[in-house]
């Protein structure tokens, strides 16, 4: 098994959405594209995967969202050593109905209150729901180091519950060290680096906005 060496999450740039939540009344959440800031980002990201990745191939997966394929594009990375494929399952989690800014708002409340893995918009996704796909992309992806020439990087351009959700799947961390942890902000990476043991270890935690509240046995 061609296990390989790295494995990049990086978030996407910022998006206007993020910067003005507004623009969900009008455009749908996966066709919003980065803004001026989200580019340079962007780019300031792809200086440091240039240096990291040197000539060495790189597997990419970008979830079809336009602001994640515009960061990847500000990557500027090499063609001839990039393979890239659109993963639909690392798509952002489904808000439901955006249109109705105060019932968002509300929603939002109830799920700070609720819990981020568990609770499910209405008409739309729990966090609980984009961890099994997560899971199920990231079954998909261990299989594919079978091949021998598999390359010795891999990038994933996602969002940034997913770069979380995929953590916790890999190091198998509870929903209570899910829920203590903060998503990375916009353009940040977080890197899966395999060591000499044959195992892999994250080269810098996710930001910590509280202690886990564990219910007991697994915490």
Not at 120 to 139: H, K, P, T
Request: hydrophobic share 35%; net charge negative; charged share 30%.
């Amino acid at each position: 098994m061609a296990r390989p060496r790295r494995i990049v999450l990086v978030r996407h740039g910022e998006s206007v959405g993020n910067a003005d939540d507004t623009v969900y009344e009008r455009e749908p959440d996966h066709a919003l594209p980065l803004t001026e800031k989200g580019w340079q980002q962007a780019e300031e990201t792809g200086k440091k995967l240039r240096e990291l990745f040197g000539q060495e191939r790189v597997s990419v997966y970008v979830s079809p969202y336009r602001r994640t394929h515009e960061t990847f594009r500000a990557f500027h990375l090499d063609p001839a050593l990039v393979r890239v494929r659109e993963e639909p399952r690392l798509r952002e989690q489904d808000w439901g109905n955006w249109q109705d800014r105060d019932d968002v708002r509300l929603q939002k409340a109830y799920r700070d209150a609720y819990g981020h893995f568990f609770y499910r918009f209405a008409q739309g996704e729990s966090g609980a729901d984009v961890y099994d796909r997560v899971g199920g992309f990231l079954e998909s992806l261990y299989r594919s180091f079978e091949a021998p020439d598999h390359p010795p990087n891999v990038l994933i351009v996602t969002h940034g519950l997913a770069m979380r959700l995929f953590c916790m799947r890999w190091f198998h961390w509870t929903v209570a060290e899910f829920e203590s942890l903060s998503n990375p902000g916009n353009g940040e990476t977080r890197m899966l680096v395999l060591g000499d043991d044959g195992k892999y270890t994250l080269d810098r935690p996710f930001e910590r906005w509280r202690d886990p509240e564990s219910y007991g046995a697994t915490g």
